[in-house]
Nanobody, 124 residues
Framework: QVQLVESGRGLVRAGDSLRLSCAASGGTFSSYSMAWFRQAPGKEREFVAAVNWSGRSTYYADSVKGRFTISRDNAKNTVYLQMNSLKPEDTAVYYC?????????????????WGQGTQVTVSS
């Protein structure tokens, strides 16, 4: 059983940066595709970014492209989300997810494991 633990929650101002981390345990991290999703109050969970097992292929939602960067360190069993130029509309609970088979993609239903989420609040 894979466990994912997010960290890096924060209250920041618009334009600031924040880095989220997700530490994995209990599985073969280097074989998983990883992703970040987010959910704002009253809204559905939405895709943010994904990275394949090697880190060579990444995917982003249009809303964060050019501002967020997903990366992974397989030696540390950790995936990161660097968030720059934050906007109030980025306010949400951010979730880390792992996918055992196949490449990274933006559909939450195909991810097997989820973290508990971490709150990011961006004030204007």
């Amino acid at each position: 059983q894979v466990q994912l633990v997010e960290s890096g929650r924060g209250l920041v101002r618009a334009g600031d940066s924040l880095r989220l981390s997700c530490a994995a345990s209990g599985g073969t991290f280097s074989s998983y595709s990883m992703a970040w999703f987010r959910q704002a109050p009253g809204k559905e969970r939405e895709f943010v970014a994904a990275v394949n097992w090697s880190g060579r292929s990444t995917y982003y939602a249009d809303s964060v492209k050019g501002r967020f960067t997903i990366s992974r360190d397989n030696a540390k069993n950790t995936v990161y989300l660097q968030m720059n130029s934050l906007k109030p509309e980025d306010t949400a609970v951010y979730y880390c997810a792992a996918k055992s088979y196949g490449g990274a993609n933006p559909y939450p239903s195909v991810y097997d494991y989820w973290g508990q989420g971490t709150q990011v609040t961006v004030s204007s």
